[in-house]
Structure formats: C-alpha cells, structure tokens
C-alpha cells in the first residue's frame, strides 16, 4: 500500500514561493506517475501538474506554466513542487497522488489510486 505524505505548504506573499515535497512509502514505483492536484472549498479539484516517477515528460496546467515545477530529487521517494511568482488565485490545498495514467489522462484525478492528505497554500499580502 503506497502512502503519501505532502509537507511545505504555509502562508507566502504574491510575488513569493513555496516548495511542497511528496513523500512516499510503502511500495515500488515502476511505471507510476506523481501527479499534483488542488482544490479550493467549493470547487473541484484541479490539475496543477504530473510527471513520470522515473523520469520523462512533465506536464502543467497552463495556469502554473512557467512559474511552477514538478522535480524529482535523486533515487530518494520525494517529489517536489517548487512554486514561484506564487499568486492569490493559487491559494488552495494541494495534494499529491500516485497512479498509472496514460499520457492523455495525466490531467485526470481519477486516473490516480493513491493520494495524500493535502497541504494548505495560501497566497495573500
């Protein structure tokens, strides 16, 4: 059973950054990709950005493009979002899964089985 934790998330200022970090346990990831979603009460989640666990294309979503980037540190289990030029509208809380999507449904949450509890972003002067 993978499991995931994501961490990082706080208070930044327009203009600023977060880094947030994915950990995972419990399992092998041949062949899966991380994926980062958010979500704001009331709406639903959004893609924000995914990649291959071993490597390979990133994607984003055209909202974070340019100022977002989704690493994988080394051999370690950790995926990051390194979050620049941070906005108010991307305040949310953010969360990391794991699953087995195709390169067309990287965007989609329901290609991902394993999520972690999320991690409060908020973007305000």
């Known amino acids: 059973q993978v499991q995931l934790m994501e961490s990082g998330g706080g208070l930044a200022q327009p203009g600023g950054s977060l880094r947030l970090s994915c950990t995972a346990s419990g399992g092998t990831y041949s062949g899966y990709s991380v994926g980062w979603f958010r979500q704001v009460p009331g709406k639903e989640r959004e893609f924000v950005s995914a990649?291959?666990?071993?490597?390979?294309?990133?994607y984003y979503a055209d909202s974070v493009k340019g100022r977002f980037s989704i690493v994988k540190a080394g051999s370690n289990s950790a995926v990051y979002l390194q979050m620049n030029n941070l906005k108010p509208e991307d305040t949310a809380v953010y969360y990391c899964?794991?699953?087995?999507?195709?390169?067309?449904?990287?965007?989609?949450?329901?290609?991902?089985?394993?999520w972690g509890q999320g991690t409060q972003v908020t973007v305000s002067a």
């Open positions: 899964a794991v699953g087995r999507p195709i390169a067309s449904t990287m965007s989609t949450s329901s290609a991902y089985y394993y």
């Open positions: 990649r291959r666990w071993h490597g390979g294309n990133t």
